[in-house]
């Protein structure tokens, strides 16, 4: 047993001891010097044509073709795309999640208004079942946490056969985890990247130090002094470490962005542009205005246009309405596993069952579990960060995961 990999997944909620097996980002294409000439709306179009260019390739009328509709970017500017290659009734999509959040009401009016074959899914309706759980392990390779999915088994029976497009990572590559902290060398900068990425937060489940989890961090140093470090690491780890097979869980056939061409532009382009995804919201409102006009979970739920002022008013109205106990954080992923844990006879069920199988394993003889949960179910802390990991843990085991 490894214990210091194990440690890594109740840290940050995936092995970082792990070599995607399906996918490799290749740095070799970077050239600043390419596109240093154009102006702002030379690449504003430029990446437009990429994009564009990008679906086609992948896009055959005769296919049957689904997105997954969310409150974001990636997956509206995927469905603008192909409304230049089909009708709107020959797109299917998909929302899921909890009623009354941007991701799920967002994700239910862009496909209402453009008018495409849509199904929702309220996960406030969905209940986890074990089969299921150790079904998606499997399929995401026991790598990282668990009950974080739509409602895998109606999606299987609906879209199993459908081309899935996913925007996956691309918008990492164009500035999507803008790294507040920079450092000026390598260590610095996995330092950054430990403390921004763990998923844990209500407590520490590990043993380790989080210097012992450098030697798994995997680095290009051919893009040393081209592009910021943390910019790297995160591309190279959490991307394809964790995103990658969490999102795109094996059974489907995907469609994505991760093309070369348009990989080697976003990594081309100034660094400036990657800030707060400037480029990258540049070129969808210019492509898709009435589109991107509706709202973005990115700007609080206003359109991608709205000035400054009004994104500040807007963050300030849900600052106040945080305080409200009627209140339901828009940014909810998912569902709220806190309450979910306690009030849910599908999730407590679940959870208490599989880290007790857990406890009995003794891989652990420095965590106290039963505390961890007695604490959570009698509301002294919010420990569901630590609960869905130790019960991740489980059912990975429980597929056939070897530590």
């Avoid at 073709?65 to 970017?73: A, N, Q």
């Avoid at 610095?188 to 590990?206: H, M, P, Q, R, W």
């Avoid at 080697?264 to 070129?283: P, R, T």
């Avoid at 199988?357 to 009698?378: A, G, P, Q, T, Y």
Wanted: charged letters at 25%; a positive charge; one cysteine or more.
């Amino acid at each position: 047993m490894d214990i210091i990999n194990l440690n890594s997944f109740l840290k940050f909620g995936y092995f970082l001891n792990y070599e995607n097996p399906d996918i490799k980002f290749d740095f070799s294409g970077i050239n600043k010097e390419k596109y240093k000439n154009y102006s702002e709306q030379e690449l504003v179009n430029k990446g437009i044509t990429l994009w564009v260019n990008t679906i086609q390739k992948q896009f055959h009328y005769n296919e049957k073709h689904v997105i997954p509709l969310s409150g974001g970017i990636d997956s509206r500017a995927i469905l603008g795309t192909l409304l230049k290659f089909t009708e709107a009734k020959n797109i299917y999509t998909y929302t899921f999640g909890t009623p009354k959040t941007l991701d799920f009401e967002i994700g239910n009016r862009v496909a209402k208004e453009v008018g495409t074959y849509h199904y929702n899914f309220p996960l406030t309706e969905y209940r986890y079942k074990l089969s299921e759980l150790i079904d998606i392990s499997k399929r995401v390779d026991g790598q990282t946490i668990l009950f974080h999915h739509p409602p895998v088994s109606l999606v299987d029976e609906l879209f199993s056969e459908y081309n899935v497009w996913s925007g996956i990572i691309i918008d990492v590559f164009f500035g999507r985890h803008t790294h507040r902290k920079k450092a000026n060398n390598l260590v610095g900068a996995i330092i950054n990247s430990f403390s921004e990425n763990l998923y844990v937060k209500s407590t520490d489940l590990t043993l380790n130090d989080s210097n012992q989890y450098s030697k798994f961090i995997d680095y290009d140093y051919n893009t040393e002094g081209i592009l910021p470090y943390e910019h790297v690491i995160d591309l190279l780890n959490r991307q394809l470490k964790f995103i990658y097979p969490h999102v795109l869980i094996k059974g489907y056939r995907y469609r994505t962005l991760l093309d070369k061409e348009i990989i080697d532009f976003a990594l081309s382009i100034d660094n400036k542009f990657l800030e707060e995804q400037y480029l990258y919201k540049k070129m969808f409102f210019t492509a898709f205005p009435k589109l991107f006009s509706l709202p973005t979970k990115s700007n609080f739920g206003l359109p991608l246009n709205t000035s400054r002022i009004h994104l500040f008013l807007k963050r300030s109205i849900l600052y106040c309405k945080r305080k409200s106990k009627l209140f339901i954080n828009p940014y909810l992923n998912y569902i709220d596993f806190n309450e979910g844990i306690r009030e849910r006879e599908d999730l407590k069920n679940i959870i208490y069952n599989n880290i007790m199988d857990l406890k009995r394993r003794k891989i652990f003889d420095w965590l106290n579990i039963d505390k961890i949960w007695k604490d959570h179910i009698n509301k002294k802390t919010n420990h569901a960060d630590a609960l869905l990991v130790l019960a991740s843990l489980e059912i990975h085991l429980k597929a056939g995961k070897r530590i």
